[in-house]
């Protein structure tokens, strides 16, 4: 795969983005890169996308390791390669099981989730795949984390599906050309293995 767009230098930002590119470098594992580098090409959007990731990232109400879950769920649906690149390492850090990684890698239910990151996998892949949430589960999100996490992961999720959108379509690689870490799989199949 061929990346569709030249990396940013910032030695050739314009002046007035070169602060925008300064609190990406303060965050981001790939410097400009990811998806960074086709935001860059709208910096007004770019601006308005790293502060409202910056609150889904840092700043949200839903826990560290459940957070990443719902991020990694969104890159197995799209086939996100860099994504998952990306964001395991991460969700690794925060404390999500690498038995629940490789299921969800491999487009499969994980079978040893705790309570807390099946409620937000059930919430995340039903909204994602079938566009809703049925009201049991709904309830069930708001009574265990409470009404602003939900809202808190619906936009995370929603979010994640642009970011994912981004990277594909711009086709970004794994930086130093490391083996990608899913196997891309059609939309049916893995719809149909993540609501088994």
Known sequence: MTERLTQIAYEDLPEAVRPLADDILKVSSAALGGPY??????????????????????????????????????????????????????????????????????????????????????????????HRVPDALWQEAVDQLGEQAVIDLTVLSGTYVMVSMLLNATQVGIPGGEAEPLEVMASAHIRQRLLS
């Not at 409202?52 to 799209?78: G, M």
């Not at 925060?94 to 499969?108: H, S, T, Y």
């Open 37 to 130: 580098n086709a935001l860059l090409r709208s910096p007004e959007m770019a601006r308005r996308c790293f502060d409202f990731l910056d609150y889904l990232r840092f700043k949200t109400s839903v826990p560290l390791r459940l957070n990443e879950l719902a991020i990694l769920i969104q890159a197995r649906i799209s086939n996100a390669q860099y994504e998952w690149w990306a964001h395991e390492r991460i969700a690794r850090k925060a404390g999500l099981p690498d038995a629940v990684m490789r299921d969800l890698q491999l487009a499969l239910r994980p079978t040893q989730m705790q309570a807390d990151e099946r409620l937000v996998y059930d919430y995340c892949v039903q909204l994602s795949l079938n």
